[in-house]
């Protein structure tokens, strides 16, 4: 069993940075691979970025490569999102995810534990 909070969202200008934050509990967090996915009003849920249980395999989506790096602390049961560069279309609520699935995930089914989110809103 996974519980997982996100922080670190709020209103930045177009250029600004941002990082969140997903605080897992339960003693298994380095079991799982970590992902963030975002959800824009009115759009589908669509995948961030991953990262390995062991922190040394990540993937992103095209859209935020190069601006956006996950990370993880295991020893601290936690998952970052920096995003950097913001975009006014990068405006969603974002969720950290938990996957047991080996590897880096991109499909939303691959994840069974999921945080309530945090909303980003970046103005132009």
């Known amino acids: 069993q996974v519980q997982l909070v996100e922080s670190g969202g709020g209103l930045v200008q177009a250029g600004d940075s941002l990082r969140l934050s997903c605080a897992a509990s339960g003693r298994t967090f380095s079991r799982y691979a970590m992902g963030w996915f975002r959800q824009a009003p009115g759009k589908e849920r669509a995948f961030v970025a991953t990262i390995s249980w062991t922190g040394g395999n990540t993937y992103y989506a095209d859209s935020v490569k190069g601006r956006f790096t996950i990370s993880r602390d295991n020893a601290k049961n936690t998952v970052y999102l920096q995003m950097n560069s913001l975009k006014p279309e990068d405006t969603a609520v974002y969720y950290c995810?938990?996957?047991?699935?080996?590897?880096?995930?991109?499909?939303?089914?691959?994840?069974?534990?999921w945080g309530q989110g945090t909303q980003v809103t970046v103005s132009s």
């Open positions: 995810a938990a996957s047991t699935t080996d590897g880096i995930p991109t499909m939303k089914s691959a994840y069974y534990y």
